[in-house]
């Protein structure tokens, strides 16, 4: 079994864990002998049952907690507060040319905060260190995060930038105990980021984050979603695994006022998980044609629902950031019946 593979099973048990259909109002709380607040949670579990009950003790952040800031070449500002990050953009020269040269789109049109505090969306564990550097022959930077437990996580700062949509990608399977970040080069000159164990081993970063961007979630692999009502009335998804190992769509809709239908083509990238499920960031064509481009984020949470006659699987599509895929704004949603798959 691939490590994609292995990466997925992960994704789908953690987005339900910290999905907002997992976590809610309903769940049990109690008060200890010693006044402390406990509730206790369904976690996702890989073995036995698809969960398991345990017993957590809520940590609420407190108004003076630690502060880092850390700053990238001339335009990238970065703030840790506690487990808050904060991005904030400044508009160069250098930026420039790096987004000419990195984008999808030409890089004027690319829609950049500047100036603003933006908030980094899927940050769940807590943290005493961030580390910024540029990745490849770009450059293009990437943010990563140390938890306590010596787990990394990471924000693919660029690919979050043109999503339009900021999300940290979860902790990096395969790097454990870690306890610092060390930067070299590889045997072509391009920079590299290790992160450092305990024992001084080193971990190649540069790599894991390649392979990271590819995972994908087991229950959206070779799959088509639709409204349930006909392919030739509503919206028909179709997800598969390409060569690459990446998680590629096609979306065939209706046109307005139209007898034709026409769609989009084009892969998902993995960015993150969130309560709203796992992140993507997709970029895509019109089907038969070379453009424009059409990316943004959305986020894809998979749920079974058994109580009717037959049981049916169904697709919750929440729009996130950039052009959206279905409805007109960011937070609406998109229910698909799987149909095959």
């Not at 890989?46 to 630690?66: S, Y």
């Not at 096609?250 to 993150?272: H, I």
Request: proline share 3%; aromatic share 14%.
């Amino acid at each position: 079994m691939g490590e994609w593979c292995l990466a997925g099973a992960y994704q789908e048990r953690r987005a339900f864990t910290v999905s907002e259909r997992n976590i809610t109002m309903d769940l049990p709380l109690y008060i200890d002998n010693s006044g402390k607040l406990h509730t206790i949670v369904p976690i996702g579990s890989h073995v036995g049952a698809d969960w398991l009950n345990e017993i957590i003790t809520p940590e609420f952040q407190q108004e003076d907690m630690d502060v880092e800031t850390v700053e990238y070449m001339d335009f990238l500002t970065v703030k840790r507060q506690g487990s808050n990050v904060t991005l904030c953009f400044k508009k160069t020269d250098y930026f420039n040319e790096l987004l000419a040269a990195t984008s999808y789109y030409t890089y004027d049109e690319v829609t950049v905060p500047y100036g603003k505090e933006v908030e980094v969306n899927g940050l769940y564990g807590d943290y005493t260190r961030i580390f910024c550097e540029g990745i490849g022959e770009l450059g293009a930077p990437y943010l990563f995060l140390l938890t306590e437990e010596g787990r990394v996580e990471y924000i693919n700062v660029m690919g979050c930038l043109y999503a339009g949509y900021f999300c940290a990608n979860g902790p990096l399977l395969g790097a454990a105990q870690v306890k610092d970040f060390e930067l070299g080069e590889n045997e072509i000159g391009y920079q590299m980021i290790y992160a450092v164990t305990g024992s001084g081993e080193r971990i190649d970063l540069s790599e894991m984050i390649w392979g990271n961007m590819g995972n994908i979630a087991y229950d959206l692999l070779d799959c088509s979603w639709g409204t349930g009502s006909g392919v030739e009335d509503g919206p028909e998804l179709f997800l598969r695994n390409d060569s690459d190992g990446f998680l590629s769509f096609e979306l065939m809709y209706n046109v307005p006022g139209e007898e034709y239908r026409t769609g989009l083509d084009g892969s998902f990238t993995y960015l993150g998980i969130t309560e709203q499920g796992v992140v993507y960031h997709y970029v895509g064509n019109g089907i038969n044609s070379n453009g424009p481009v059409w990316q943004g984020a959305v986020a894809l949470y998979v749920e079974s629902d058994y109580s009717g006659e037959e049981p049916i699987t169904l697709l919750y599509v929440t729009e996130l950031g950039g052009n959206p895929l279905f409805e007109s704004e960011a937070g609406d949603v998109t229910v698909l019946l799987r149909t095959f798959g």
